[in-house]
């Protein structure tokens, strides 16, 4: 089994920053895909950014230019960077992981138990 532990998470004013980890564990043998995703009360589960394991990134359109997101390989870590936060960003963020378990084996989808962010004065 594969667990996605994140944290960062917390209350922040209009404008403010924060940082989200998420570490991965577990059995893996190699991880594709790490990226956030996010949920508003009321809204689905909506794509926040991803990045490969070349680093290759994706970004939704509402946090382009604000958010970034990193990963550390070695330790199957991936970050993310927030700025110029909005009431809007507020939400739960989920990291997910594509994840090889092991040699031949098919990729995964993996996903933390969410960490709330709320931008608020």
């Known amino acids: 089994q594969v667990q996605l532990v994140e944290s960062g998470g917390g209350l922040v004013q209009p404008g403010g920053s924060l940082r989200l980890s998420c570490s991965a564990s577990g059995s893996i043998f190699s991880v594709y895909v790490m990226g956030w995703y996010r949920q508003a009360p009321g809204n689905e589960r909506e794509l926040v950014a991803t990045?490969?394991?070349?680093?290759?990134?994706n970004y939704a359109d509402s946090v382009q230019g604000r958010f970034a997101v990193s990963r550390d390989n070695a330790k199957i870590t991936v970050y993310l960077q927030m700025n110029s936060l909005k009431p809007e960003d507020t939400a739960v963020y989920y990291c997910?992981?594509?994840?090889?378990?092991?040699?031949?084996?098919?990729?995964?989808?993996?996903w933390g138990q969410g960490t709330q962010v709320t931008v608020s004065s």
């Open positions: 990045i490969t394991s070349g680093g290759r990134t």
């Open positions: 997910n992981a594509e994840v090889k378990p092991a040699p031949g084996s098919a990729y995964t989808r993996f």
